[in-house]
């Protein structure tokens, strides 16, 4: 049967016309469905990143549960092992961590019930108390790095590198502001 535009025109291919509109992406106040407009560029530019930095995180988690580990669990053994021999105290990791974790002290004890971390007391002041990875911590870091690269180039490569640069320096903006 002649389409619109007086040839034969194939059918519509539903499954790829859905696919093409999940990937185009929603706007936030549709996606959370907001009935109102947002007060003001800002507003909604936060609400899309806490959003979207929400997503990621769940996202994470999933890739990270298999093995074992919570991202903020995951991001500890990550510092430990930047950190080398030297190790870190609790306060030095606080202060390295992505997210903001109230009792670095508990999250510790549990990387160190399952044989992740080694903890020990050093030095003239026996108070402070190092924190280094244990091999197996670090055999799992091993075993992760692989999944772990791929998950961010799965997230985030569609984007392209320029636009990736400029995302990157406008965050570093934005936390400049919030200290």
Known sequence: MPGPTGRRDAPLDKYRYNDYIRRMGKSIQAEIQQTKPFASVEDEALVALQRTADRLQWRFSELLTPYGVSPTQYNALRILRGAGDAGRSCGEMAERMINHDPDITRLV???????????????????????????????????????????????????????????????????????
């Open 109 to 179: 004890d549990r990387l160190e019930r399952r044989g992740l971390v080694k903890r020990s007391r050093e030095g003239r002041d026996r108070r402070v108390i190092i924190t280094r990875i244990a091999p197996a911590g670090a055999e799992l870091l091993s075993r992760l790095d692989r999944p772990v690269a791929e998950f961010n180039r799965e997230m985030l490569q569609h984007l392209g590198a320029g636009p990736l640069r400029t995302l990157i320096k406008l965050l570093e903006l934005a936390r400049e502001k919030a200290g």
